[in-house]
């Protein structure tokens, strides 16, 4: 279970969130701070660096973990001026707070990917950093731009408004030309004086650029280069991103040799923030939500406007998978955020095993694992606690692939859920071999060139293809008992029924190509759509699932305002009525 406190810190033009995981015993006088990797590297390791805070933690040290301006959970955005600049502030003053907060002598950082380089940076600009430990950090931000470039073009899909100010876009994530321009034209940082120690963590293979190490060593005593094997795998895609043991005992191993002096921290001096905090951002205010259960705590945030409001709606933000509540390329916080300005609370909550809730990691053995019929009650779970809180009386549910499906469900199942926003939902219905009857239905198309292609590329895994076949086998011998048809979807009707006798509005969103809306069309639900006003169906532009084309997340931003904009005045309406 996460001990982990959350904790604003407040930096220049930004306001920091951040975790900090106190020790398990006796506090080493060494804390460590994580810089994490930029863009989809961030999203994908974020569990793994949940992790390994933890196991430092375990080992004696004060850990924080902190979201770069722009970033997750803290404030500002892409395309703010100045991104590099506040960036760096993020890190010095990371570090402050975290000495000061621990009561340490010394502070660690590991760096990693974009964050090792922007720790460079900071030490040599004097920030009080006597330990580095630098894994999958580029040389320069010359090198960091042009490895982002190459990763952008390797998607695929168009830049689309990304490159009409000269914005880069790889992922789903933004660099804005000011911010390329900066990175790129930063000369390679000197190694700051006040080092006293640093490791260097070849990745998967590839060796500790020369140079680097060289600068290092003119003016550190103490600098070691070691193996750093599992780079890919720990910024894997979430769902099978983990941390390999060898680089965290590497790690663990050296920090233990280069303890302080003086051995522990004032047991005395520390000064733990308190989970009360809120965050002021204008207008709206942000603090972190708990909701304490036996078998482990849920973690989210909330946002709303900075005044006290009369207790009516209130929006739900459901997990994107495996993506933590932050949402897809961060937009469920941009929505949140925009809800609050508007006067209407909102959580963005992660469920069992995502994120920051605990439990186990999911979907290493299969998807399957994110539709387990325990996510209903404990959304359940989560409306009831904002209920008796005060956030909200009547709610919205917004989510993306498994997270669109739970809130399909809760929406039929809970008389508070008034509206849902599903976009690519998962399904409507689960079965346990729904991703392999998908599949099959997919070798009606065998025969075409664009199947092939997707094959040959290692889209569809040749691990999944016996699984594949095995059910198209069972289809076809079950079909000699009985006469082909469509496919057969049962319980839309009655479902769709009672939503409409209800007054839920369910909106389905789906990019093109998406499985479920083919089964829609093949159960005859989507030609029968007008029999129930109260579902929409809505086309969001490109093929990428999970929303990560800049256009894709516009035309979704701009839908779940407008279903924002009707539930508000909705309720409004109904509370004059009242």
Known sequence: MSTSVPVYIPSERSTIAALLTPPAGEASALAVLICAPWGW?????????????????????????????????SSGGPRDPDQLGAWRSAVRDCARWLRESAAASEVAVLGLGFGGLLARDVISGGAPIEQLILWGAPARGRSFVRETRAFAGMQRWEQDEAAADGGLEAGGFLLSAETQGAISDSPAPPPGRGLRRVLLLARDGVAVDKKTRESFEAVVDDVVEAAGDGWGN?????????????????????????????????????????????AEMGAIEERPWRLRRDSGDFYGVISGPAEDAEVGPAIVFLNAGAVRHTGPDRLWVELARAAAEAGIPSLRVDLEGIGETDGDVLGRGHVGEFYAERFERQVGAILNSLESSGV??????????????????????????????????????????LVEEREARKLRRAFSLRWWKRLLSGQIRLSRLGAVFATSMRRMFGRLTRSAGPLEVVGYNDEFDTLLRSGTAVTLAFSADEPLEAELIEAHVVERIARWPNIRLEHLPGADHSLRPLAAQAAATKLVLRELDEFFTLDRTASKAA
Not at 244 to 266: C, H, I, K, N, Y
Request: charged share 30%; glycine share 10%; net charge negative.
């Open 234 to 278: 720990f910024v894997e895609h979430p769902e099978r991103s983990f941390l390999p043991d060898s680089v965290v005992s590497t790690v663990a191993d050296w920090l233990a040799a280069g303890e302080p002096a003086d051995g522990a921290a004032d047991p005395a001096s520390p000064s733990l923030p308190s989970s009360e905090q809120v």
């Open 41 to 73: 590297d961030e999203v994908a390791s974020y569990r793994s660096r949940r992790e390994w805070a933890e196991r430092l933690a375990e080992a004696g040290h004060h850990v924080l973990r902190f979201d770069l301006p722009g970033v997750g959970d």
């Open 392 to 433: 909200g009386r009547r709610f919205m549910v917004v989510g993306l692939c498994s997270g669109g499906y739970w809130g399909y469900r809760v929406a039929r199942s809970d008389r508070r859920v008034e509206r849902a926003v599903l976009i690519n939902a998962g399904a409507l219905h689960w079965e346990d071999d």
